[in-house]
């Protein structure tokens, strides 16, 4: 199975949004409701901001919101912050009671 | 408060066997899936499986064939073994919990990461 397709890079700047990609096809993202959203900061492991789609886990800031449309799911973080700056994937449960990745997204914040 | 720590050889040859070990601490291995990710250097996160600790597992078919999960609730730990491996095996690995007992697809706990490199 291909990885979901996420872009490589966006950027921002302070105060600003910026809304994260994740397509993928019906057989995973277009099809469940599983779709989850990591944050990963440098040599550190994935810290979990959304999953099943729009649900934040206790302690995530609501700066962090999720959505999808067809078989396209998005992370949107608004009030852009320094700290924001790390990378993302996304995560969705397939057909085939597997667990697909994205390639991950590389937020700067300018 | 739930941590994970994996623990295992840094190195292994190819052709061997890949074994890592996760520990849980804080809060019982059972009612929880418990999964294995790994990132090759400077790339990006691949599922490779979970088991739940009545042993039942789920691999990723790409993997399945090479790959072995247990659990050893007494220790309150679980396993992984790898075998074959490749220098393609090389990559951080991860266990993690999933957020609830009655889902897999999400994780709230994450081990450190341990990195595997697997060379002569």
């Known amino acids: 199975q291909s990885a979901l397709t996420q872009p490589a890079s966006v950027s921002g700047s302070p105060g600003q949004s910026i809304t994260i990609s994740c397509t993928g096809t019906s057989s995973d993202v277009g099809g469940y409701k599983y779709v989850s959203w990591y944050q990963q900061h440098p040599g550190k492991a994935p810290k979990l901001m959304i999953y099943?789609?729009?649900n934040r886990p206790s302690g995530v800031s609501n700066r962090f919101s999720g959505s999808k449309s067809g078989n396209t799911a998005s992370l949107t973080i608004s009030g852009l912050q320094a700290e924001d700056e790390a990378e993302y994937y996304c995560s969705s449960y397939t057909s085939r009671s597997t667990l697909l990745f994205g390639g991950g997204t590389k937020l700067t914040v300018l | 408060q739930v941590q994970l720590e994996e623990s295992g050889p840094g190195l292994v040859k190819p052709s061997e066997t890949l074994s890592l070990t996760c520990t849980v601490s804080?809060?019982?291995?059972?009612?929880?899936?418990w999964t294995w990710i790994r990132q090759p250097p400077g790339t990006g996160l691949e599922w490779i499986g979970y088991l739940y600790y009545t042993g039942n597992t789920n691999y990723n078919p790409s993997l399945k064939s090479r790959v072995t999960m247990s659990v050893d609730t007494s220790k309150n730990q679980f396993s992984l073994k790898l075998n074959s491996v490749t220098a393609a095996d090389t990559a951080v690995y991860y266990c993690?919990?999933?957020?609830?007992?009655?889902?897999?697809?999400?994780?709230?706990?994450w081990g450190q990461g341990t990195l595997v490199t697997v060379s002569s």
């Open positions: 099943d789609v729009r």
């Open positions: 993690a919990r999933a957020k609830d007992s009655s889902a897999w697809t999400h994780f709230d706990y």
């Open positions: 804080g809060g019982p291995i059972s009612d929880y899936r």
